[in-house]
């Protein structure tokens, strides 16, 4: 599994910096940092037998880019990255994301206030017009959500066997 930034590699450990920051460069070289980050990760992990591959905030990554930036990045990358048959965004309420965000940050980043959450989750949502999205609640108690995605992944397995 692959949660970007990855703090595993020089690209992930600087978007990750420039995320703690505030201002338009700093939203700008995130976003650089981030595509080397995945970018890198593809490289290394797509072309590896395993089972899954897991990639978080991989292509809905470019939600967090300018409108209408965010569209035209989108389309760019799902048209030169691998993509999974098994294209799942989890959805969440921003009042909860922000939420689960103060318990388990001793730092925000820049897109984690709530008025932020509230832009990008719109700008993801839209994009999950493009390809074959299928969009799970993710507010919903952790076994009802588990048992959303083993349905998913195993409807696509078999379909493909």
Known sequence: MRVHPEVDNWFGKKARAYLLLEGKNAHFASAVF???????????YSWRQVD??????????TAYLPSPLHL????????????????????????EAASRIRE??????????LT???KIRAKALSL????NW??????????QVASALKKELFSKEFATA
């Open 34 to 44: 981030y595509m080397f980050d995945v970018i890198r990760s593809v490289a290394l």
């Open 52 to 61: 899954y591959v897991i990639f978080v905030r991989y292509f809905m990554g």
């Open 72 to 95: 035209v990045a989108y389309n760019f990358f799902s048209s030169v990255l691998p993509k999974s048959e098994a294209m799942i965004f989890l959805d969440l309420a921003p009042e």
């Open 104 to 113: 388990n940050r001793k730092e925000l980043e820049m897109f984690e206030s």
């Open 116 to 118: 932020s959450l509230k």
């Open 128 to 131: 999950t017009r493009f390809d």
């Open 134 to 143: 299928v969009i799970v609640d993710s507010g919903k108690p952790m076994t």
